[in-house]
T-cell receptor
Framework: EAGVAQSPRYKIIEKRQSVAFWCNPISGHATLYWYQQILGQGPKLLIQFQNNGVVDDSQLPKDRFSAERLKGVDSTLKIQPAKLEDSAVYLC?????????????FGPGTRLTVL | LAKTTQPISMDSYEGQEVNITCSHNNIATNDYITWYQQFPSQGPRFIIQGYKTKVTNEVASLFIPADRKSSTLSLPRVSLSDTAVYYCLVGASGSARQLTFGSGTQLTVLP
């Protein structure tokens, strides 16, 4: 079974530039998540999609971050304009629900460096 | 939000059993307990999930006492490759709490 795919794996940009990350979840997984993981910290949920609808985006800095999941499959996360503090690994995960339990599967992440 | 507390770090030697305890005093009735493992430069990987008593799979066991205010991840006979950060998460299916990672426990396995 193919895992969660993310691209690019690494990205270096200057502050105030824009950047976009792409995620392809595991086939059949209705729920997709984007996390931000700053070095030395645990992942922080940015946004959760159920199919193509947003379930939770309470921690998404909406003035600069946006995400979409058109057609309920692939998703993109965009930052515009980027700030130095956005340097982090951006993780995408997908999950299925079975017996009332969710199991998340994570992609390898995109490491963003903002200079 | 249900808050979890774990030790920041632990050291062990190869072949030993390692137990990592997570405190979650505010666990709710519908909450499950899930543990993830994360290696450097990789996304977290699901290890085990449970609701009460004991759960065992091919890589770990999860012990949950009757009051469910804590849980213990048990890794039998660790090897160097078990060196990683381990996260404990608590929450109901689909809830935001289920998706709240703490700082985790850095387990270092020594030769």
């Amino acid at each position: 079974e193919a895992g969660v795919a993310q691209s690019p794996r690494y990205k270096i940009i200057e502050k105030r530039q824009s950047v976009a990350f792409w995620c392809n979840p595991i086939s059949g997984h209705a729920t997709l998540y984007w996390y931000q993981q700053i070095l030395g910290q645990g992942p922080k949920l940015l946004i959760q999609f159920q199919n193509n609808g947003v379930v939770d985006d309470s921690q998404l800095p909406k003035d600069r971050f946006s995400a979409e999941r058109l057609k309920g499959v692939d998703s993109t996360l965009k930052i515009q304009p980027a700030k130095l503090e956005d340097s982090a690994v951006y993780l995408c995960a997908s999950s299925f629900t079975s017996g009332g339990r969710d199991t998340q599967y994570f992609g390898p992440g995109t490491r963003l460096t903002v200079l | 939000l249900a808050k979890t507390t774990q030790p920041i770090s632990m050291d062990s030697y190869e072949g030993q059993e390692v137990n990592i305890t997570c405190s979650h005093n505010n666990i709710a009735t519908n909450d499950y307990i899930t543990w993830y493992q994360q290696f450097p430069s990789q996304g977290p990987r699901f290890i085990i999930q449970g609701y009460k008593t004991k759960v065992t799979n091919e890589v770990a066991s999860l012990f949950i006492p009757a009051d469910r205010k804590s849980s213990t991840l048990s890794l039998p006979r660790v090897s160097l490759s078990d060196t990683a950060v381990y996260y404990c998460l608590v929450g109901a299916s689909g809830s935001a709490r289920q998706l709240t990672f703490g700082s985790g426990t850095q387990l270092t396995v020594l030769p």
